[in-house]
């Protein structure tokens, strides 16, 4: 049976100093951390200028400095602006030792802290849910279910061919490249519609029941930049969550 891992990825109040928004209905935009490493000659890296011009328009101000700052584009997810397929790469042991661990057929899951906001006037929602809290929380965005991993890129043969899968991701943009794990996602990877809570809907730094009862964590402390394992029943169970949209139960 799978198993699954999630971890924190996207912008934050550090990295560029704002989280991505998310709207009453659940509804969210990905916003990546800024790209702090040098990038290659003869690549393409979108700016957040560019990128914020080819989604909705944001309910706040980007200033002209950030949006001239290059983004570090991963999780890479097919269908938005600037990717291709579903990779992802880590260059940290304290994130690339544990997604080796995982094989093909595990999931993993990224989770971002997002701020609420009410939508610009030109972006249309739905029906407000009661587990998005009012200031800021932690949720599911996305999730890769794994074809393949790369656990020692640099020396894997796989990198030296010119048409593998994870020519796009951020990781072999920079120079030098420096992956210490690489994901591909099959097609039944996906970047949300809606994200999913694993923040209390009363406090974002307050784990709902899909971190304290199905995960590994105690959700004490800063449980929102950890790593969240889930065991084969417990990640059974996240896909129903996920699928469904079942959270009222383990809010």
């Known amino acids: ?23 009453p209905d659940g509804s969210f935009v990905y916003l990546p951390i800024p790209e702090r490493e040098p990038i290659a000659e003869l690549v393409s890296v979108p700016t957040y200028g560019e990128l914020i011009d080819h989604l909705d328009p944001l309910p706040f101000a980007v200033s002209a400095e950030v949006r001239e700052q290059h983004v570090h584009l991963d999780p890479e997810f097919a269908g938005y602006p600037f990717c291709e397929t579903y990779t992802y790469g880590d260059e940290h042991g304290v994130k690339a030792g544990p997604i080796s661990e995982l094989e093909p057929g595990d999931w993993l899951y990224f989770y971002a802290t997002l701020t609420r906001h009410e939508p610009p006037a030109s972006v249309s929602i739905g029906t407000p849910q009661p587990w998005v809290t009012e200031e800021w929380g932690t949720y599911i965005i996305g999730a890769f279910h794994i074809e393949s991993i790369l656990s020692d890129p640099l020396n894997d043969p796989v990198l030296e061919t010119t048409s593998h899968p994870y020519l796009n991701n951020a990781h072999l943009k920079r120079d030098p490249i420096d992956p210490e794990v690489l994901v591909l996602g099959t097609e039944q990877s996906a970047l949300f519609d809606r994200a999913i809570p694993l923040s209390s809907p009363d406090a974002g730094a307050t784990a709902n029941k899909i971190v304290t009862d199905l995960s590994n964590d105690s959700g004490k402390g800063p449980w929102w930049r950890r790593r969240l394992w889930f065991d ?20």
Do not use: C, H, K, Q
């Open 1 to 23: 049976m799978a198993r699954s891992l999630a971890i924190n990825v996207a912008a934050n109040t550090n990295i560029p100093g704002f989280r991505g928004p998310i709207y």
């Open 232 to 251: 084969p029943d417990a990640s059974e169970t996240l896909r129903s969550i996920v699928e469904n949209r079942s959270v009222e139960p383990w809010l």
